[in-house]
């Protein structure tokens, strides 16, 4: 029986890019227990509602998290839209998806980077975010912007992609496949890879359950759990079925990111291939008068935004449930009983977003 | 360039920004943008660092991290404020939590403007900084106190 001791990680760590708080409380090298503490980036943005036009919200509501932003503005447009009654375009739904698809590329790849990276890994740090500048790459061309895109708005998006372009995205999303193939071949089957995470930061199926976990951590467990299955948006228009791995360490983690990134070429090939053509917004006339809870699948997991409205241009209240607070109970059971050389990839493996966590 | 003697190593810190400029500057180091070609590497320990990148507002909590930071990396030393949060407070600046940009808490050298920041000016903005590091190199030389 050693002594007791507490280790403060974070808020500045080298393997942490935003800012989290863990008291890992030590028995010699075995973590007993983390106690995490939060707050370092909370800026209180759902207040801003108060203040803001819903309209225009929908530029803060993309920025409660400079990764996710896309899909955070889907989410928020999306209420609206349900508390209005609005129904927008077909071609404005799989434009969503598209970019939405994109943004989860994006994210993955980010995610893979900063994973390998937190096991000392170097160079898949940098394949991996070099293969990301190609969805950056297609993001600004129709876009304008890398990480913050800006293209959705209550009632539709805000500008189109022309036909060609989405021909010429696919074909550039077809040529860089196999290399994603490459890379995706290192992370599942490198034998340090495998030795750094296989029986790591074990989560089991029940308690993800029970814990609430989302996303890849819920489904690395072994839970079908994903919002496109709820087919929001044109998501119900395509085939799609979750990637669920059993196992809960953080190889399955990893796994479940990994072989989404497929899912996410797929379902851009297809949204591509059945674009309607037509319009790609409506106007809006009016105000929202009632509540609705709005559910889509981040990165990261299930987010859902609660919006509510009282018939005037501001709305009374705006509440974000994001998929990294759903899964921090998880990463603390994943803690109890790992050696503090994992901390680092164990925390890494849930994919924290703290920017969406505290807002 | 050819002053430039030493390599800078910089030191990232989300003070409460989305994530979007972090990311960016995360964007620089690797293979498109790659500012290790200047010499420049991301470290995680203050006392290795030259130049303080931040990102975002400062927020009740994270002003005496940030100010903590600050002490902790030795002299000569850069501040540069990345992202229109870092500035001023940005689209941010009426939330309750928000006190405004970084020069509420710590002297800054380099603004780097946009939302997010792109890459590009991110790294405008840190060759700007090599100047400056240089000349406080050089005002420390001589004797002075550099700010």
């Known amino acids: ?359 | 360039m050819s002053y430039l003697k030493k390599s800078p190593w910089i030191l990232h810190y989300d003070a409460s920004s989305c994530n979007g400029c972090d990311i960016e500057v995360l964007a620089c180091l690797t293979p498109l943008y790659d500012v290790e070609r200047f010499g420049i590497i991301n470290t995680g320990n203050p006392k290795h660092a030259d130049i303080f990148v931040i990102t975002g507002g400062i927020n009740e909590q994270s002003s005496v991290v940030v100010k903590n930071i600050y002490d902790q990396i030795p002299s000569p030393k850069v501040v540069v404020a990345v992202g229109i949060c870092a500035a001023t407070g940005g689209v941010f600046r009426e939330c309750y939590n928000i006190k405004g940009g970084v020069n509420t808490t710590i002297p800054v050298d380099v603004y780097v403007p946009g939302c997010a920041a792109r890459p590009e000016s991110i790294i405008d903005g840190i060759v700007a900084a090599l100047s400056i590091l240089e000349e406080k190199r050089k005002a420390m030389k001589k004797g002075e106190t550099p700010l």
């Not at chain 1, 995706?184 to 989560?203: H, S």
């Open chain 1, 1 to 359: 029986m050693g002594r007791e001791i507490v280790i403060p990680f974070g808020p500045q760590h080298p393997v942490l890019p935003e800012p989290i708080h863990l008291d890992l409380v030590l028995e010699d090298e075995m973590v007993k227990e983390a106690i995490p503490s939060i707050g370092y980036i909370h800026r209180g943005l759902e207040k801003l509602v108060e203040k803001r036009d819903f309209k225009n919200y929908v530029y803060i509501a993309e920025r409660i998290c400079g990764i996710c932003s896309f899909i955070h503005s889907v989410s928020y447009c999306q209420g609206i839209e349900n508390i209005m009654e609005i129904t927008i375009p077909d071609r404005a739904a799989y434009l969503r998806v598209i970019w939405s698809e994109y943004s989860r590329l994006h994210s993955h790849l980010l995610w893979l980077g900063l994973f390998a990276d937190a096991m000392g890994f170097e160079n898949l740090f940098m394949t991996a975010w070099r293969l990301r500048e190609h969805m950056l790459n297609d993001m600004e061309e129709t876009t304008g912007g890398r990480v913050i895109q800006g293209s959705c708005k209550v009632g539709g998006v805000r500008c189109d992609i022309s036909n060609d372009k989405l021909a010429s995205m696919s074909a550039g999303l077809t040529a860089i496949e196999p290399e994603l193939s490459e890379m995706a071949g290192v992370f599942l089957e490198d034998e340090t890879i495998d030795m750094r995470t296989r029986g790591v930061g074990v989560l089991s199926k029940d308690s993800a359950w029970d814990l609430g976990a989302v996303g890849p951590v819920a489904r690395g467990s072994g839970i079908a759990l994903d919002a496109r299955m709820t087919g929001y948006g044109a998501y119900e228009h395509l085939d799609f079925s979750p990637v669920v791995i059993s196992g809960g360490d953080c190889y399955a983690r990893c796994r479940v990111r990994v072989e989404e990134l497929f899912t996410s070429l797929d379902l851009i090939g297809q949204a591509i291939t059945m674009m309607p053509d037509g319009d790609i917004e409506v106007p809006v006339r009016g105000n929202p008068s009632g509540e609705f809870f709005s559910r889509t699948e981040q990165p990261r997991g299930e987010v859902v935004h609660y919006i509510r409205g009282n018939g005037t241009k501001n709305l009374l209240r705006h509440r974000v449930r994001t998929p990294t607070t759903a899964n921090i109970p998880g990463l603390v059971q994943m803690l109890a009983g790992c050696e503090l050389a994992n901390v680092p990839v164990i925390v890494l493996s849930i994919d924290p977003c703290i920017g969406c966590a505290e807002r």
